[in-house]
């Protein structure tokens, strides 16, 4: 059995496919009445996926209450990131928007929806170029986060979840719910979020003011 399973389309992805995202997620291996869940393998992504990333940072993200809005986040070069999130605890609904010029996926956005179940593992691989940020579903979430480069507080860029360009929506009341929007949800007051995400500029201005890349380092990025 493959240690990975890349999903393609299922209910936990919603929008089209960005490029060079992957949703990661398999079952833990049974050994004398315990189990056993391998969370992270160089070896299997370079295998199965042809990712070599190598990840020098590891962060934890505790977040206590459900329907906590976090981002959107980019890192602008030289300090942009390729992620590797695993859900440790909780539910979360991942969102991540495709900011790469020459990408297939240009401005498409998916949302992903992470979950930590006792015998699953489930992550996301998130490549450069691409912004990211997340709604909580379940109190008492925990997110373990790889990245590739070092945080930069001077190089970080921050997109509104409210972009009408998006409309992004996630499940509410519960995980299992219909969709709503999050600008409507943030505007009853029914998500929490920083006042700086709340003020956040919408994805055209951030690009029109200070793009992220220049299409010369494109390549570069690619081979991320």
């Known amino acids: 059995m493959d240690l990975y399973k890349l999903v393609k389309e299922n209910e936990l992805m919603i ?7 992957v949703h990661i997620s398999h079952e833990a291996s049974t050994i004398a009445n315990r189990w056993n869940r391998i969370i992270y393998s160089w070896y299997t992504l370079n295998k199965e996926y042809n990712i070599d990333t190598i990840f020098t940072v590891d962060a934890e993200s505790i977040i206590p209450y459900k329907y906590t809005a976090r981002g959107l986040y980019i890192q602008e070069i030289p300090f942009q990131q390729t992620l590797f999130i695993h859900c440790e605890s909780g539910a979360v609904a991942i969102i991540i928007i495709d900011l790469r010029e020459d990408s297939p996926t240009y401005r498409e956005y998916n949302r992903i929806t992470l979950e930590a179940r006792d015998q699953n593992m489930d992550a996301v691989y998130i490549p450069k170029g691409c912004a990211y940020g997340f709604v909580t579903l379940e109190d008492n979430t925990i997110l373990k986060i790889k990245t590739d480069n070092y945080f930069n507080k001077d190089y970080e860029k921050r997109i509104n979840l409210m972009d009408p360009y998006y409309n992004i929506c996630v499940p509410y009341p519960e995980k299992s719910s219909p969709p709503i929007p999050i600008s409507e949800l943030i505007a009853q007051n029914k998500i929490k979020i920083s006042v700086e995400d709340r003020q ?13 890349f220049s299409k010369e380092e494109q390549e570069d990025i690619k081979c991320g």
């Open 15 to 21: 929008g089209k496919c960005i490029e060079g995202l």
């Open 200 to 212: 956040a500029p919408w994805t055209h201005e951030v690009i029109k003011n200070q793009p992220i």
